[in-house]
C-alpha cells in the first residue's frame, strides 16, 4: 500500500532541492493523502510550457498544471526533458512498484506529483529565463 510520511519527505528533500537549485527553479515539497509525494513547482529557468510536445494541451489536475510522471520522455523535450527526468529520479529514491495491471494490483512505495503553479491564487509556473 502507498505511504508517504513526512520523515521520508525529510529525507528525500535534500536531493529535490539540489536538483531544483541545479536547474534554477522554486518550488515546494509536500505529502498529499499520506500516499503522494507532490513538487510544486513556482517558477524558474526552464521552459516547461515551451518545451512541451503537445502545444497547449496540459492536463488540469488539481486545479493546475501537472507533468505526466508516466511519459516525461514522450511529452517533453530540450532542458525540460533533462530536468524533469532528473527531478523525477530524485523523488523516486527507495520507491518500488510491484503493481500488476493485468490483476488491478497496485503495490508501490508512493506516488508522485510534479506540479506547474498554484492553485489556491491563480498563479502560474512562471519561466524567468
Known sequence: MAYMSQDKKKELAPKIKAVLKKYGVKGSIS????????????????DLYGEYLNGDNWCGSHGSDSVNTYH???????????????????????????????????????????????????????YTA
Open 72 to 126: 516525461i520522455d514522450k511529452m517533453h523535450t530540450g532542458k525540460s526533458l533533462v530536468f524533469l527526468k532528473e527531478l523525477h529520479a530524485a523523488m523516486m529514491d527507495g520507491n518500488w512498484d510491484k503493481s500488476d495491471v493485468m490483476t488491478d494490483y497496485f503495490n508501490v512505495g508512493w506516488y508522485t506529483d510534479i506540479v506547474l503553479g498554484k492553485r489556491m491564487d491563480g498563479k502560474p509556473y512562471v
Open 31 to 46: 505529502v498529499s493523502h499520506h500516499s503522494n509525494l507532490v513538487v510544486r513547482l513556482k517558477e524558474g529557468k526552464v
